[in-house]
């Protein structure tokens, strides 16, 4: 069985790269992102030109619940996670005067507390796991 990397936000930039790259070095890779036809794009991608199994889960990181539904998605793989990326986040950009209301909520959401219990999640469930 191959080793599994989980990496948020995988479908563009970064994450899409860090998965490519792992997927090349024979690892079976899990994400998520906010759109499901992205993630499908990917996965079709990934596993045709690297004969690896992609695991893909539509999900909103900056929703505390989302996330919790993510670890559980990986969770129920019942594999062992080698590689956690935690790579979801984004920025918008403008002026503090200007921006809409909760702008700063939804950026600190996704970019600091889903790393954190993404983390926290799949740790837990490791430990679980173990016992």
Sequence with gaps: MNRLIVATGGTKGIGRAILEKFAHAGFDVA????????LQGLKVGLEKNYS???????????VRSQVKAFCEFVTGLNRPVDVLVNNAGYFIPGKIMEEPEGSLESMINTNVY?????????IQAMKDRRQ
Excluded: E, K, N, P
């Design 52 to 62: 690896v199994r992609a695991f893909v889960h539509a999900a909103d990181l900056s």
């Design 31 to 38: 994400t998520c992102s906010r759109t499901q036809a992205d």
């Design 114 to 122: 889903s790393a954190y219990y993404m983390t926290r999640g799949l």
